[in-house]
């Protein structure tokens, strides 16, 4: 593994972190079943992955450690179906920017719950992060579906906050390919009794389209960052997926037409700002706490 080819398998996976509002969007199945699809079809993608890295998937875990993948599989079912929701209700680049949120809800939890002082560089952030929500926000009215999507957004975003604090505190030393299977297999177990019934109606499009984001923008997309961090730090690699919104606006202007306006573009350079400067300030070992799964 070269660092030319740890910087281009980090990057097509900002690219594939991107696509995953896409295909939100696509899929005309409601955020439940996309959420079950996504995770069956990550589990199959994922063992294959696995099998090819020749990483044991079904390795002894203690009942500890079952626990901790339990929670973090519920946080992570959490974290898409709200996702999608938001997606849903008010577009790929609000859905995406609400989400981005989460290195504000990570610093506010560490300094509140686990009573790690919050020293003044991550007060600033926070105030980039709620500035930037501001500006994206279309209206404070609740009527508004942009912001009703943006609500959902930040629930997506707190969700994935509290899953990368499980998994930082929690699992750390479990390999995270192992990790990211036994999470979607709980979120599968967790939105069958959920979607179940949906499923026979489900046209073969959407099929095709739960397909591609459970393989590509979730199997995929883990095996690239995982993959990348034998030779970058998870600072660097951090850098490079702070893109992700970018390329979710992008792709929501060029394929769907929705067009951000200047104040949702000033806000969205407020906010990647505010995650790059948290992957500059933070020195975090590239292996040995596991990556939260792929958004």
């Known amino acids: 593994m070269t660092r030319q080819r740890a910087l281009s398998y980090i990057h097509i996976a900002a690219v594939l972190f991107g696509l995953t509002g896409v295909f939100g969007e696509l899929i005309q199945a409601s955020a439940a079943v996309i959420t079950l699809g996504r995770a069956v079809f990550a589990v199959i993608s994922l063992g294959i992955f696995a099998r090819l890295r020749r990483k044991p ?40 920017l609400g989400f981005a949120s989460f290195p504000a809800f990570i610093t506010l939890f560490e300094g509140l719950i686990f009573r790690e002082r919050v020293r003044l560089a991550e007060w600033l952030l926070l105030a980039l992060v709620t500035a930037g929500l501001v500006l994206v926000t279309p209206s404070f009215d609740l009527a508004d579906q942009g912001t009703i999507g943006l609500a959902w957004g930040l629930l997506s975003g707190l969700s994935f906050a509290l899953l990368a604090l499980s998994n930082r505190r929690s699992a750390s030393g479990m390999d995270p390919m192992q990790v990211a299977c036994w999470q979607n297999l709980v979120v599968a177990l967790v939105m069958v009794p959920f979607a179940v019934g949906q499923l026979p109606a489900l046209p073969a499009l959407d099929w095709f389209w739960l397909a ?81 799964a792929p958004k």
Not at 82 to 91: A, C, L, N, P, Q
């Open 57 to 96: 998937l079904l390795g002894a875990l203690t009942p500890a450690q079952l626990f901790v993948l339990v929670i973090a599989g519920v946080l992570l079912a959490a974290h898409w179906v709200t996702f999608f929701i938001s997606v849903k209700v008010g577009g790929i680049a609000i859905a995406t």
């Open 212 to 292: 591609l984001l459970g393989i590509f923008c979730t199997g995929l997309s883990h095996y690239l960052f995982v993959s990348s961090l034998m030779r970058l730090n998870a600072r660097s690699a951090g850098l490079v997926i702070a893109l992700e919104p970018v390329y979710a606006i992008a792709f929501a202007w060029v394929l769907f037409s929705q067009e951000p306006t200047p104040r949702m573009l000033a806000g969205a350079a407020l906010i990647v700002a505010a995650i790059v400067w948290s992957g500059l300030r933070k020195q975090a070992p590239a292996a040995a706490d596991p990556a939260p």
